[in-house]
Nanobody, 124 residues
Framework: EVQLAESGGGLVQPGGSVKLSCAASGFAFGSYDMSWVRQAPGKGPEWVSGINSGGGSAYYADSVKGRFTTSRDNAKNTLYLQMNRLKPEDTAVYYC?????????????????RGQGTQVTVSL
């Protein structure tokens, strides 16, 4: 059974940093491109980032480029999202997702496999 479990969210002050993790199991994690997607209250899902299976190439939405960094540790079956210089508009539930046809440069917001999400709230 494919499982994706995000963690690391919480309340962060504007300008602060947080690192999210996505623990994967039940599939060949190291063979899949992975993505981060977020959904703010009252808004539709937004693609945030994608990373290729080997971790050598990552892509970002313009809204987070230069502030967020996606990485992965295939030995630990874990995906990461380092979020710096956070803004109130980054407040959202953050999900990791994947499916066999997904490629890191695609801006999908829906995936066959997705975790339950972790809440990030940026506020004073």
């Amino acid at each position: 059974e494919v499982q994706l479990a995000e963690s690391g969210g919480g309340l962060v002050q504007p300008g602060g940093s947080v690192k999210l993790s996505c623990a994967a199991s039940g599939f060949a994690f190291g063979s899949y491109d992975m993505s981060w997607v977020r959904q703010a209250p009252g808004k539709g899902p937004e693609w945030v980032s994608g990373i290729n299976s080997g971790g050598g190439s990552a892509y970002y939405a313009d809204s987070v480029k230069g502030r967020f960094t996606t990485s992965r540790d295939n030995a630990k079956n874990t995906l990461y999202l380092q979020m710096n210089r956070l803004k109130p508009e980054d407040t959202a539930v953050y999900y990791c997702g994947t499916e066999s046809r997904y490629r890191a440069w695609m801006t999908n917001t829906r995936f066959k496999y997705r975790g339950q999400g972790t809440q990030v709230t940026v506020s004073l």
